[in-house]
């Protein structure tokens, strides 16, 4: 209400009262002893905060760092030292306002937010007379063609959009496993044979050897070939031939959002995405069992060349690789 | 009159009781303890007394889950075929015998010497083949380790769980990786060797036994890294640095700004 009335009729002279001050007598302004218990807890906290410093002097001194090893012991003590100085400062300044300055609480009254009523007209009136002095009501070619150069300067942030292609095309539906890709392990390089994995053992394999692979492809033709425990898987209809003696191979980028899971845990065969939690059955055709992903793993068909031992994938994946997208239907 | 001696005799008769259980269990525990050394005594150098001394040890320490010929029951595996380095790890780490049943089996002091472990190892071996506890040339990594493929091969394999420095971390249904902070050499190449408790196997055939030793030389690098911070606050990198310093920092300033800003006290 009554910023409202000052809107309307600015007096600054009713608006700012002086301030309100009261005196507040604390234990320590009655009772003198109180007041010497004070100042001499302050001045203790000051001793505290020089020793403090001595102390930094003295860590200096002592603890020279000989490289990274030893610098942990130095910063430890110099961190320690100096923080005792700076806390024991701080705490007898703020001591001392507390308890010995004098206490009074002060209450201002604040004048009205808004402007006077004169500085709000002359604004307006210099905004008017400048519009008018440039005389754009009447000269509409100026108008015009002021329009077209800042209508123009629009575009190039849109015409700069084209940065984001090209598009995927097929990209997101295809990977480089093909019928008769031998499965290489993507560190060593060497093409899994029968009987590297032991029961319960899993590896990450790559189409080719890693250094043939684009960045692009490496991303996503991550797989985990298992060694599940003999008799537990159980294959989907359709895929009974997709594993080869209990070694199994699923795509090892998440359904979610395409983190690699490589957290497998033998006892329970499963699967586990370490950025949230996403857990995939193996022996149940890596079907989700917990987490926010919304999709089986796609499985990889493999199986060996009898005469090498050599995995390789006796076709590509049927469905795209990793997370969701739009148009995947 | 007649009551008082019939006390003090009640009172003898307890305090017998006291003297003769305590004196048993001294002698079944004196017992207990020389018959186990004399086993240990027996076994020195000859393959088939320290195979009879791992079966005793055996009967007596693990037979209670793992069933009496070590075929497993419903409360713990099979140990046929696990191999010595299983045993190795599972006995020098103190994981086994278990303190109690659970998702995890901890890390804790080893209950047996390195002798009986051995003879443990050598029974269990007996029963089936399995791999052997390798040879300190087998897992001692040389002085020019391929490091940087030891930690490609380190995060492709075993961060998920161990985290990129060997910290350790959690596993579903209450189980952890244990850190690599304090684990040995040996105890380090078993592990792959044998995939203990939810572990992967890494076979040699997998990861030979060269890329075990990068490995093994790339988490000892690790560990050796100081921490020229002061503390390393679990090195589980910057998000503990930013809970403790959102937690406890600004607990701590929150609390002094409200001292700051409090009123006044006053005298009565």
């Not at chain 1, 003999?230 to 359904?255: F, M």
């Not at chain 1, 996403?278 to 989700?288: I, L, Y």
Request: hydrophobic share 40%; charged share 20%.
């Amino acid at each position: 209400m009554s910023e409202h009335h000052g809107l309307q009729q600015p007096t600054p002279a009713r608006s700012v009262r002086p301030p309100v001050i009261e005196r507040v007598v604390r234990p320590q302004d009655a009772d003198p002893r109180r007041a010497k218990r004070a100042e001499r807890l302050v001045a203790l906290s000051f001793l505290v905060s020089a020793i403090g410093t001595a102390g930094f002097i003295a860590a200096y001194v002592a603890f020279i760092p000989h490289g990274p090893g030893s610098a942990g012991e130095s910063n430890r003590w110099l961190g320690a030292s100096l923080g005792v100085a700076l806390a024991g400062l701080a705490f007898g300044i703020i001591g001392w306002v507390r308890w010995l300055m004098p206490a009074h609480e002060t209450v201002e009254e604040r004048h009205g937010l808004a402007s006077p009523q004169d500085d709000v007209s002359a604004a307006a009136r210099i905004v008017v007379t400048g519009v008018r002095e440039t005389g754009l009501p009447r000269r509409s070619l100026l108008k015009r063609t002021l329009g077209l150069a800042v209508g123009l300067l629009a575009l190039p942030p849109i015409v700069m959009l084209r940065d984001l292609g090209p598009l995927p095309r097929t990209g997101l539906r295809t990977t480089p496993w093909t019928k008769g890709s031998l499965l290489y392990n993507a560190e060593t390089g060497r093409p899994v044979k029968l009987g590297d994995l032991e029961v319960g053992g899993f590896t990450t394999v790559l189409p080719k050897p890693r250094e043939e692979l684009t960045e692009e492809e490496l991303a996503k033709s991550a797989v985990v070939l298992i060694r599940l425990r003999p008799g537990t898987n159980k294959p989907l209809p359709g895929r009974e031939n997709w594993a080869y003696q209990d070694h199994v191979a699923y795509s090892k980028i998440c359904t979610h959002v395409g983190c690699p899971l490589t957290l497998y845990e033998k006892q329970v065969q499963q699967l586990l995405c370490p950025c949230h939690q996403s857990t995939f059955d193996v022996p149940d055709g890596a079907a989700v069992v917990f987490g926010p992903a919304a999709r089986r793993l796609p499985q990889l068909p493999i199986s060996v060349h009898l005469d090498t031992g050599e995995f390789y994938a006796t076709a590509g994946f049927d469905e795209p690789v990793g997370p969701s997208f739009w148009e995947r239907g | 009159m007649r009551v008082r001696p019939l006390r003090i005799r009640v009172r003898h008769r307890r305090l017998a009781g006291f003297v003769v259980l305590s004196a048993a269990l001294f002698a079944v525990g004196t017992g207990y303890g020389l018959a186990t050394e004399h086993t240990g005594a027996a076994a020195a150098g000859d393959p088939s007394a320290q195979i009879a001394q791992g079966r005793a040890l055996f009967l007596q320490g693990c037979a209670s889950c793992h069933g009496k010929a070590a075929e497993g029951t419903a409360n713990a595996p099979s140990l046929i075929g696990v191999g010595a380095a299983a045993v190795d790890f599972q006995v020098s780490t103190g994981r086994m015998p278990l303190a109690q049943q659970g998702a995890q089996a901890p890390a804790k002091r080893p209950r047996y010497t390195q002798e009986q472990i051995e003879a443990l190892a050598a029974y269990v071996a007996s029963l089936g083949p399995g791999p052997a506890i390798p040879g300190k040339e087998q897992y001692t990594p040389p002085k020019n380790a391929d490091l940087a493929f030891g930690g490609t091969l380190f995060r492709t394999n075993c961060s998920a769980c161990h985290n990129f420095t060997g910290e350790g971390g959690a596993l579903a249904y209450g189980k952890k990786a244990p850190p690599l902070t304090h684990a040995t050499d040996r105890q380090i190449y078993e592990a792959m060797l044998t995939g203990p408790g939810t572990m992967p196997v890494f076979s040699d055939a997998q990861l030979t036994p060269q890329e075990k030793q990068d490995i093994i030389a790339y988490i000892n690098a690790v560990r050796a890294v100081p921490d020229p911070g002061g503390f390393n606050l679990g090195r589980l990198g910057p998000v503990t640095e930013g809970l403790v310093a959102w937690l406890i920092g600004m607990a701590v300033l929150a609390v002094v700004a409200m001292w700051i800003g409090a009123r006044a006290k006053r005298a009565q």
